[in-house]
């Protein structure tokens, strides 16, 4: 007793901002991003919020999977820049979408955030209660990047992506694994929020945008992803022949490059799409998926199995493989 992904979809805002656009309006070159990081253009949105990118991949999502939005059981939005602080980003994408039967909420574990969705809503289609549960990730990163920093402006996307689960008897639920450690938090961090009142004496300063401590996240993903990859497979009696696909976190090619030499596995194993859209955070796993959907790379019903793995803020870092 479980669900199945019967569904996917996504939705990147249209316009496109290349590495020469970002060269014109700071000091950095198509040169130094593409061969450092991988990526050649990112979409950055003009004016969709979060909730306005979640609703569109949201449509394809359900188009895709041939159900209204009032047959949705629950909503789940993974995302580290929501519209606000309340109403939750997954409530605004009811109401765009109609979704009148569902209950919705956001879940925040930064570029973890869809491996971590994915699985609570795994576990609440195993619980056997609802028909259909939608899990998307969704970023406005443009929104909380410091246009002035070109260490991380320059490293960023906009972009929403997931997928649809339906209940069915067998489970696509194979193994999981996740984790996180508080205590490297100041790795990353976006838009803290002082305490501040007419009673108030707290010495916190504010920071209204990301800031990022690259070598230590680098070096984290180099240590811990391999590690969460052979974790998770250890405890799906997974052999490496049994992968068809492992779909991790868009941040840096170099770093996938580094991650697949270190875990032995061979680099043709992990999809890539960081060209095209930049490090998308919580969106970057789901709409890797979706694309390797629509390009018949990988499809559902197969049983093939693929392992998706996150990592970064919080520090978090969550691997989970499923059976498409
Ligand atoms: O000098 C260079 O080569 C620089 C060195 C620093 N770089 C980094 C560093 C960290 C990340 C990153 C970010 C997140 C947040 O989603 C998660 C996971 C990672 Cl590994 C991405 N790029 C860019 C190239």
Same mark, same amino acid.
């Given at each position: 007793?479980?669900?199945? #992904? ?23 070159? !198509? ?5 450092? /990081? ?7 949105? @003009? ?8 609703? %569109?991949?949201? =449509? ?18 993974? /995302? &580290? ?14 109401? %765009? $979408? ?6 919705? *909420? ?18 609440? &289609? ?59 938090? &100041? ?32 070096? *984290?993903?180099?240590?811990? +992803?391999?590690? $969460? #990859?052979?974790? +998770? ?10 992968? @068809?696909? $492992? ?16 875990? %032995?596995?061979?680099?043709? =194993?992990?999809? /890539?799409?960081?060209?095209? /859209? ?11 998926? !979706? ?13 093939? %199995? ?8 919080? =520090?978090?870092?969550?691997?989970? +493989? +499923?059976?498409?």
């Amino acid at each position: 007793l479980g669900s199945k #992904i019967s569904a996917t979809g996504h939705y990147l805002p249209e316009q496109i901002i290349t590495n020469d656009d970002l060269s014109k309006i700071m000091d950095t070159s !198509d040169e130094w991003i593409s061969k450092r /990081t991988g990526i050649r253009s990112r979409h950055i949105s @003009k004016d969709e919020n979060t909730s306005d990118l979640s609703s %569109k991949a949201a =449509l394809r999502i359900l188009q895709n999977g041939n159900i209204t939005a009032g047959q949705l059981d629950f909503i789940i939005v993974a /995302t &580290m820049t929501p519209d606000a602080l309340s109403p939750s980003t997954a409530c605004l994408v009811q109401e %765009k $979408i109609g979704a009148v039967n569902a209950f919705c *909420f956001d879940i925040n574990a930064a570029c973890t955030g869809f491996v971590y969705a994915l699985s609570t809503g795994l576990h609440m &289609m195993q619980s056997g209660l609802y028909q259909y549960g939608m899990i998307i990730g969704a970023e406005t990163m443009s929104k909380v990047v410091n246009w002035e920093d070109r260490s991380t402006a320059v490293l960023f996307g906009d972009g929403a992506g997931g997928v649809l689960l339906e209940r069915t008897e067998d489970d696509c639920f194979v193994a999981e694994a996740l984790h996180s450690d508080g205590g490297r938090h &100041m790795a990353l961090v976006a838009n803290t929020m002082k305490v501040e009142n007419p009673y108030g004496d707290s010495s916190q300063e504010d920071q209204a945008f990301l800031t990022m401590d690259g070598r230590a996240i680098f070096d *984290f993903a180099i240590r811990s +992803v391999p590690s $969460i #990859i052979r974790e +998770v497979m250890e405890k799906g009696n997974l052999s490496d022949g049994d992968l @068809k696909k $492992i779909l991790a976190h868009q941040a840096n090619v170099r770093l996938l490059e580094a991650i697949s030499k270190k875990v %032995k596995l061979p680099f043709s =194993l992990f999809a /890539t799409n960081i060209a095209e /859209t930049g490090n998308t955070s919580a969106a970057s796993i789901p709409i890797l998926l !979706d694309q390797l959907v629509q390009t018949k790379e990988i499809q559902l019903g197969t049983k093939d %199995k693929v392992l998706m793995t996150g990592f970064g803020g919080g =520090l978090t870092w969550g691997a989970i +493989v +499923v059976s498409l």
